[in-house]
């Protein structure tokens, strides 16, 4: 479906998620935007669109697209799992999204839930063991941090060791065994050789050592939460901090309230990485409809973090009043039913934890 001949055609349109940073920075200029809440985008609100933006909470497939002008869909989202890639590609529709745009917040939630869960347990983090299945774009940021905190890394990714690369990995079930902590940062893939759903099922969880830890800030799926609940009780496992839940946003409430710290799935919530993310989907679109470059990533998020937020990670109760994740974890476990509110009402964080080039490496692309 087309423009009416008698249409005159100037801006297109862009029907996007109001919840999408920076929308009237970076698309305000050179279209006509059209907000509309992401989990109630229909056929209909497409009808004059060109350009779709959405965020996790819209499925995006090719029966809500065919049939409109729509040759453009962005997601300022690491995942694809709420858009049928294949089905918009064989239809000529353009898709782009933001793969490590919020990997630095993600591995800085971590970093929050290992100064969190070791303080309130008494316990130290150097010489500890730390776990990281999956070393991509979080997770290879995880494993410098854990090295930074004194802890002796571990790390899993078959596919990586698979085409080569030498590591050095370790298998998965030597990983669960040996780890202190053990932090997941894979996707959700539910068939072939590297299916991670329910990767973690009742035979990891017994690989586990009783005073082992689990941070899980992947996808909720990852978990067999019936095992993760059986061993919290059983005394299998010492604790868990949880982002990420099956069934989302609809979540079990015994798992949350299980959990030591969770959070609405806004690990990725950050101002730098909400930044780096909608200027990913700018880019793509400005090569298609010919827009000029935008601004750096640091000057949208208004700049590199002042120094009072530097704030080193051997102050655990500076680190996490500054994160606010505390906060909204305790409101989480207090209501699980609240799931979809607390993450949308969450006033994105500064990110506060700094290796040496980081900002630079993470946030100029």
Known sequence: MGYPSWMPRSRPVAVADPAIPHLDDLFGPHVELVRRPGTSISRTDLARAEILLVRTVTRVSPELLDGTPVRFVGSPAAGTDHVDVEGLRSRGIVFAHAPGANAEAVAQWVVTALLFLSDERGLVLPGKVLGVVGRGHVGSRVARYGRALGMTVLVNDPPLERVGDQGPFVPLGDLLALSDWVTLHVPLTREGPDRTEWLLGPDAFARLRPSAFLLNSSRGEVVDEDALLASLAAGRLAGAALDVFAGEPD??????????????????????????????????????????????????????????????????AAALAATGLLEVSQSLRANPGEFTRLRASYRFRREIFRLPGYFATSHSA
Do not use: N, Q
């Not at 079990?252 to 780096?276: C, F, N, Q, W």
């Not at 400005?286 to 102050?315: H, N, T, Y």
């Open 251 to 316: 979540v079990d409430p015994a798992v949350v309230r299980a959990a030591d710290l969770a959070t609405p799935h806004i690990a990725g919530y950050s101002v730098e990485a909400k930044a780096a993310a909608s200027l990913a989907v700018y880019r793509a679109a400005a090569a298609i409809f010919g827009w000029p470059a935008p601004p750096g990533a640091a000057a949208l998020a208004g700049g590199p973090p002042a120094s009072s937020l530097l704030v080193p990670p051997e102050d655990p």
